[in-house]
């Protein structure tokens, strides 16, 4: 096609550059998240996830022991332990938070009333003083180290567990599974009968479906909770598969009724020569030659529910039990806002699902978007 | 894990429901007028005057409920008071168009429409004329789809990371400070700037929508017919001529197609402002003000409601233009 206007090498050239380009603008902000979910809290916040690869440069203090950890050593009263963590380096290392790197490690340090502190290279402090130690709060020592770069999984550990995201999980997946595949059902009937049967009203009933297909949600948060709420259903996995079931039938019907109109028209008509019943035609030939269109929408609603926050927030509660993993997430936003190894981690298992899935069927995605959108509009 | 049952039962259950009904109904409106007997022929027509019914009929049910009945009740309550007991006529109305967090936020909102559907149609546009030209083409198709799968929420706290901000003198960790400061700059709590705060905002969105506009030009422009190109080019037209003025002109329709879906996604969009801003520092747009109206504090549902309504008011024209070019494609 374009190869036809005399490709020059230098154009082709510019063109992979500018597609290079492309890539690594839209990939970076998903790949620097992902990077930092990595590693650890300090490592975040001491230097861009673009330093990962590379040695970082912190300063941060440590506690000293309290009066509980001194034991006597001669006539003096010593508290002792280690400073740095694993793989750390000490560079310096100071008493006050103005000069924390007043001192060179190994350095012996007086301090006041004739205590002194010394703090080893290997990270190992010795605090003594010639009378007993009454401290109930560590002393804080000031540390600028160097960590290389580590990679930990630690992250998500903690995610998993403590910040209720497996939890939240399993709730998402109790919420999506019935929610795609209850509308296919209906979806795939409704479509049949639009594409194939005649009877009054049907031009119109198409009509309406791809009206239906840009309602606004918002328009039915509240008349659906309040039904909901009248008829008995409340806030619960029963009321939110209700709705993705409505909110998604639109386009489900639109995708299958596009899709089932395109298929040969003499398969059908000889079958119903043959006797078949419309039901028999539908099970026995609809049904498997519309695969890729079930397909598509299956992919999309999937992803619908699995990424939305607002049916979910509305219709499930907001009680820890309840939350699906885009209300985990908004929660953990407001209240760890700056705990980005939390946030990273979290992000990316609530994200991970609808990678693979993109991924691993990403043919039928396209499909179905160009089915829904090139074909109808 | 008593859930999953409970879903796994769900799903069971819903088929067999669904199984049963479809299945069921049919066999009894086959019972109740046999294809046999003497009055085969009108028993036939009758059946098929009623199946397409059964077929359809529990699709128009889901419709009217979710769909349908929501704006009703919606336009009700909009004329309604804040607990939807008394009529107040156009009172939610006029205190919208007085009220000075709605002008922010249809005000935002035209802003949105106005960058959102373009700039992501452009790019996308120019993401599928340059991956269509290269050999891996399809694998950088995919990586600038990808954000398509990334929740709302998600890409806000992806973006939210971009535009961290640490105090001044300490080492900035969020990509937009780093380059920022690396200029020369000190660093900005880029949330918060007003006025270009939404411009920071709708990068996310067009990020995420740039993928599906590729997709679906980049299937347009592979189905422009070659010889209206190779005509243009034995006439001399270069490149930047070829695409501009051969190319786009053939697609102009799917290029509409493009932006009035993504102007429709722009028109509800909500996730991103509500997990980054909370429609806070001059962010606001008309979804998050109904949700704070309909969910937070007092709720007032009669504004909450009028909200709403201009939301679907606002999407209407793209819903008739929709249905009328359904209508053409019918024919």
């Known amino acids: 096609m374009s190869g036809v206007a005399g490709t020059k090498a230098r154009l082709v050239w510019a063109v992979n550059l500018a597609a290079l380009l492309l890539v690594i603008l839209w990939t970076i902000p998903t790949f620097g998240l992902l990077v930092s979910s990595f590693r650890d809290r300090d490592q975040i916040a001491a230097s861009g996830w673009w330093r990962t690869p590379f040695t970082s440069e912190s300063t941060s203090f440590v506690r000293a022991g309290t009066a509980d950890d001194q034991h006597p050593e001669g006539d003096l009263f010593v508290i002792s332990g280690a400073l740095l963590a694993p793989g750390q380096t000490l560079l310096a290392w100071g008493t006050s938070a103005r000069e924390p790197g007043a001192y060179e490690p190994g350095a012996t340090v007086p301090l006041k009333d004739g205590q002194a502190l010394s703090v080893a290279a290997d990270g190992s402090y010795r605090l003594t003083a010639p009378q007993a130690f009454t401290e109930t709060r560590g002393m804080r020592i000031f540390l600028t180290t160097t960590t290389p770069p580590r990679l930990t999984t630690e992250n998500y550990a903690r995610v998993i567990g403590a910040e209720g995201l497996g939890r939240a999980f399993l709730n998402t997946f109790t919420v999506t599974i019935p929610a795609t595949v209850i509308p296919i059902l209906i979806a795939a009937f409704a479509a049949y009968a639009l594409a194939w049967m005649q009877f009054p009203g049907r031009a119109l009933l198409v009509a309406a479906v791809v009206g239906l297909l840009v309602v606004p949600l918002q328009l039915a948060l509240i008349p659906l909770l309040k039904l909901h709420n009248d008829v008995g259903l409340g806030k619960g996995y029963m009321g939110i598969w209700l709705a993705h079931t409505g909110f998604g039938l639109p386009l489900a019907i639109y995708l299958l009724r596009n899709y089932m109109v395109g298929l040969p028209r003499e398969i059908i008509e000889s079958a119903r020569v043959d006797g078949a019943t419309e039901f028999q035609i539908f099970r026995r030939i609809i049904l498997p030659l519309s695969f890729p269109a079930l397909a598509s929408f299956a992919i999309f609603q999937f992803l619908w529910v699995w990424n939305d926050l607002l049916v979910a927030t509305v219709f499930l509660g907001n009680s820890s039990k309840q939350l699906v993993m885009t209300g985990v997430l908004r929660e953990l936003l407001g209240s760890r806002g700056g705990d980005w190894e939390i946030l990273a981690a979290s992000a990316f298992i609530s994200i991970s699902v609808p990678l693979l899935v993109f991924f691993a069927m990403q043919k039928y995605l396209v499909r179905g978007l160009l089915a829904g959108s090139v074909k109808g509009g | ?331």
């Open chain 2, 1 to 331: 894990m008593d859930q999953l049952a409970f879903a796994a039962g769900t799903i069971v259950a819903g088929v067999f429901a669904c199984v049963a009904w479809f299945w069921g109904s049919n066999w009894l409106l086959d019972a109740a007028y046999p294809a046999r007997g003497p009055q085969a022929g009108a028993n036939i027509l009758r059946a098929n005057m009623i199946r397409p019914w059964l077929f359809i009929g529990p699709a128009v049910a889901f419709l009217a409920v979710y769909l349908v009945y929501p704006v009703i009740n919606s336009a009700w309550r909009s004329l309604h008071d804040a607990a939807g007991r008394n009529w107040v006529g156009m009172d939610n109305y006029t205190w919208l168009l007085h009220d000075a967090k709605f002008r922010e936020a249809i005000w935002n909102n035209m802003l949105w429409l106005a960058v959102v559907p373009a700039l992501a149609t452009l790019f996308g546009l120019l993401a599928a004329q340059i991956t269509d030209r290269i050999r891996w083409g399809n694998v950088a198709k995919s990586f600038v789809f990808m954000p398509m799968a990334i929740s709302f929420v998600g890409a806000g706290v992806i973006w939210k990371f971009i535009y961290d901000y640490r105090g001044e003198g300490q080492e900035q960790i969020g990509l937009l400070n780093a380059i920022w400061t690396s200029l020369g700059h000190a660093p900005e709590t880029w949330l918060t700037v007003p006025f270009w705060n939404n411009f920071l905002l709708m990068a996310v969105l067009i990020w995420i929508q740039t993928g599906f506009a590729m997709v679906i030009l980049s299937a347009a422009l592979r189905g422009i017919p070659e010889e209206t190109i190779e005509a243009a080019i034995l006439d001399g037209a270069n490149p930047w001529q070829v695409f501009f003025r051969i190319k786009v002109p053939q697609i102009w329709g799917t290029i509409a197609v493009v932006w009035t879906t993504i102007t429709i996604v722009v028109l509800k969009v909500f996730d991103i402002v509500f997990v980054m801003t909370n429609g806070q520092w001059g962010t606001q747009v008309l979804a998050n003000l109904m949700y704070d109206w309909m969910f937070r504090g007092a709720p007032d549902y009669g504004r909450g409601s009028a909200i709403a309504i201009v939301i679907m008011a606002l999407v209407t024209p793209i819903m008739v233009w929709n249905i009328r070019n359904a209508r053409k494609e019918m024919r």
